[in-house]
């Protein structure tokens, strides 16, 4: 893995911070990018501590000018994108009733757009060296539904679907495509959101989990950087539910 290069998106906090330094644990040079450059500094801090390489980029996952610019700077300092992972994600609360077009657009254009326009920046390197691992972050919402969280729920299923789709399309060049759905992971923006939003007392969430326990970050971390090595390249188009048990299949 020393030589391959990785764009982490929404790496700033969370499952994409933990993310990034996983795969930098495992030699990957990583580019951190989040809304703005500052935001990353904290997570590159952490790459830099334990000897690894990253730089911090800063983009709007659904402007496709802001994401080339910061792929390219990815590229020069470190090279070829061979890895990427799709974290960068807004959560939703609206009632459907109550949801206009400009916020379901907004939503779909972060949740959807983005994660197509990140593979079509990085898809040319990854043809060439006929290698590539792209993972998706999509959600358990997707797989059950959330009252709701129609507009949120629904952009993630979509997440799945393209996946699916991408792993079909991207399997001949060498490329595998995966999705992890997290569930109920504790310690990242959007869970602190659910559960302000909702109010539900951790014993009665746990009650739900077979494992009885939250999830971290690094849980997510640990799949995605396991998609991302070599020994994966038999698995693709597959959602990996990284959940406790909340969903099984």
């Not at 996983?22 to 703005?36: H, P, S, T």
């Amino acid at each position: 893995m020393a030589q391959r290069v990785a764009l982490v998106t929404g790496a700033a906090a969370g499952i994409g911070a933990a993310c990034a330094r996983k795969l930098a644990q495992d030699g990957v040079a990583i580019g951190v990018l989040d809304l703005d450059a500052e935001r990353c500094a904290e997570t590159v801090a952490a790459i830099a501590a334990n000897r690894g390489d990253a730089i911090a980029l800063g983009a709007d996952v659904s402007n496709r000018e802001q994401v080339f610019a910061a792929v390219a700077r990815l590229r020069e300092a470190f090279g070829p994108v061979s890895i990427l992972v799709n974290n960068a994600g807004v959560t939703d609360f609206t009632p459907f009733e109550e949801i206009t077009d400009e916020r379901w657009d907004f939503v779909y254009a972060i949740n959807v757009r983005g994660p197509m326009i990140c593979a079509q920046a990085v898809l040319p390197d990854m043809k060439a060296a006929h290698w590539g691992r792209i993972v998706n972050i999509s959600s358990s919402s997707a797989q059950t539904g959330a009252i709701n969280m129609i507009t949120y729920s629904s952009s993630k299923g979509a997440v799945v679907t393209m996946t699916r789709s991408m792993a079909q399309e991207f399997g001949p060049l060498g490329i595998t495509v995966n999705n992890i759905p997290p569930g109920s992971v504790m310690g990242t923006i959007m869970s602190e959101a659910n559960r302000d939003k909702f109010q539900i007392p951790t014993e009665v969430l746990l009650s739900t989990l077979p494992v009885r326990r939250m999830g971290e970050p690094n849980d997510i971390a640990n799949a995605c950087a396991w998609l991302c090595k070599e020994e994966s390249g038999y698995v693709t188009g597959q959602t990996i539910g990284v959940n406790g048990g909340r969903v099984v299949s």
